[in-house]
Nanobody, 131 residues
Framework: EVQLVESGGGLVQAGGSLRLSCAAS????????IGWFRQAPGKEREGVSC????????KYADSVKGRFTISSDKGKNTVYLQMNSLKPEDTAVYYC????????????????????????WGKGTLVTVAS
């Protein structure tokens, strides 16, 4: 059974940091691109960052570039999202997801969540950034 479990969310003051984790099981972790997405109340889901299965190339939304860093530990089947210099507009539920259908190249992941297979999403972790 495929499972993705996010953790690490919480309440933080603006300017602070959090590290989110996405623990994966039930599939061969290092064969798939993994993405982080977020959805704020009343807003559309937004692609935040992704990491490709081959070479570990990464991509970031413009809104988080320079502040967030995605990484993976294949030995632990876990992808991390280090979030620094947090802003109130970063407040959202953060989800990780797997590009299970290999929509994107294994060398170059993508940030459109529509192409991440429906059954390969975690339940999310809430990040709240207070001003």
């Amino acid at each position: 059974e495929v499972q993705l479990v996010e953790s690490g969310g919480g309440l933080v003051q603006a300017g602070g940091s959090l590290r989110l984790s996405c623990a994966a099981s039930g599939f061969t972790f290092d064969e798939y691109n993994i993405g982080w997405f977020r959805q704020a109340p009343g807003k559309e889901r937004e692609g935040v960052s992704c990491i490709s299965s081959t070479y570990g190339s990464t991509k970031y939304a413009d809104s988080v570039k320079g502040r967030f860093t995605i990484s993976s530990d294949k030995g632990k089947n876990t992808v991390y999202l280090q979030m620094n210099s947090l802003k109130p507009e970063d407040t959202a539920v953060y989800y990780c997801a797997v590009d299970a259908d290999h929509y994107y190249s294994d060398y170059d992941c993508g940030l459109n969540g529509y192409y991440y297979a429906r059954d390969y999403w975690g339940k999310g972790t809430l990040v709240t950034v207070a001003s």
